[in-house]
């Protein structure tokens, strides 16, 4: 454990209570943050910081929270907090992912921000954003070990290793294939392989993931040509650095956005 981190997790209490009265703290928290933004360029600290007593369940997927009038730790409204700041700016920014990119970097240092971004479903995922994204849930391990994690399915709760294995399998098995490691391992081999990678090890880790988009892909008219690596060569080369940078850290969901314009593309020939 880091010096000063605290032993066991604790979270903003604007993300603690009944789904109700979580967005509503999570909307004012949005105006709060995107009112000082509009002054200095900074974020406030949340007002208030609770500790999830050691065991105790952290909702970090909407499909999971199926109790909405329970009182709950409920991570994933994050999302909103985002939403209603970009909302809150979007007068003065046209373009709001600036806004989110700062938000991100500055709570990513926390341990509840380094974990809700590591798992967070949106894409374009770049091979050193993620990095960033696992390098700061690493260095929150411990504290984020002492709670447990409903996903995206019911059941038992998650460990912190099984929520990572579920949430970011993408990335170990494009950037750390060999699974005898230990998931926490795993992702920082991972980690260390994405802050280091040139196009090429990009091109290689997106090869890797590529049969799994597959098997998620539906209704590709052109599945033999998409799928033929020779094809995704080219076509890998053929992108510019800002476009190849959004798919550099072979995320699925973003693979799976290739696989969909490159068949339209042979589809209009």
């Given at each position: 454990?880091?010096p000063?981190?605290?032993?066991?997790?604790?979270?903003?209490?604007?993300l603690?209570?009944?789904?109700?009265?979580?967005?509503?703290?999570?909307?004012?928290?949005?105006?709060?943050?995107?009112?000082?933004?509009?002054?200095?360029?900074?974020?406030?600290?949340?007002?208030?910081?609770?500790?999830?007593?050691?065991?105790?369940?952290?909702?970090?997927?909407?499909?999971?929270?199926?109790?909405?009038?329970?009182?709950?730790?409920?991570?994933?409204?994050?999302?909103?907090?985002?939403?209603?700041?970009?909302?809150?700016?979007?007068?003065?920014?046209?373009?709001?992912?600036?806004?989110?990119?700062?938000?991100?970097?500055?709570?990513?240092?926390?341990?509840w921000?380094?974990?809700?971004?590591?798992?967070?479903?949106?894409?374009?995922?770049?091979?050193?954003?993620?990095?960033?994204?696992?390098?700061?849930?690493?260095?929150?391990?411990?504290?984020?070990?002492?709670?447990?994690?409903f996903?995206?399915?019911?059941g038992?709760?998650?460990?912190?290793?099984?929520?990572?294995?579920?949430?970011?399998?993408?990335?170990?098995?494009?950037?750390?294939?060999?699974?005898?490691?230990?998931?926490?391992?795993?992702?920082?081999?991972?980690?260390?392989?994405?802050?280091?990678?040139?196009?090429?090890?990009?091109?290689?880790?997106?090869?890797?993931?590529?049969?799994?988009?597959?098997?998620?892909?539906?209704?590709?008219?052109?599945?033999?040509?998409?799928?033929?690596?020779?094809?995704?060569?080219?076509?890998?080369?053929?992108?510019?650095?800002?476009?190849?940078?959004?798919?550099?850290?072979?995320?699925?969901?973003?693979?799976?956005?290739?696989?969909?314009?490159?068949?339209?593309?042979?589809?209009?020939?």
């Open positions: 454990m880091a000063g981190q605290p032993a066991s997790l604790q979270l903003p209490s604007f603690h209570g009944t789904l109700r009265s979580v967005q509503q703290k999570t909307r004012k928290e949005g105006l709060r943050c995107g009112e000082q933004y509009r002054k200095d360029g900074t974020f406030p600290a949340p007002s208030q910081m609770l500790e999830v007593p050691p065991g105790e369940v952290v909702l970090t997927h909407e499909v999971s929270d199926f109790q909405r009038e329970r009182p709950a730790w409920r991570l994933y409204m994050v999302s909103t907090l985002m939403g209603n700041l970009s909302e809150t700016l979007s007068g003065e920014w046209q373009n709001p992912f600036p806004v989110r990119d700062a938000y991100e970097a500055f709570f990513r240092e926390t341990a921000g380094a974990l809700y971004f590591a798992i967070d479903p949106d894409a374009p995922r770049s091979a050193a954003l993620t990095a960033l994204r696992l390098q700061a849930a690493l260095r929150f391990w411990e504290p984020l070990h002492s709670a447990r994690y996903f995206k399915t019911l038992a709760a998650h460990t912190l290793e099984e929520l990572m294995a579920a949430s970011c399998a993408w990335a170990m098995d494009a950037w750390c294939p060999v699974g005898e490691a230990s998931v926490r391992a795993r992702l920082e081999i991972a980690a260390e392989r994405m802050a280091r990678a040139t196009r090429e090890d990009s091109i290689e880790a997106i090869f890797r993931e590529m049969p799994r988009a597959l098997a998620y892909a539906r209704n590709l008219k052109n599945r033999n040509v998409v799928a033929d690596p020779a094809f995704q060569r080219q076509r890998l080369l053929a992108l510019d650095a800002e476009d190849f940078e959004r798919v550099s850290g072979a995320c699925t969901s973003d693979l799976l956005g290739l696989l969909y314009a490159w068949d339209r593309q042979l589809g209009k020939h």
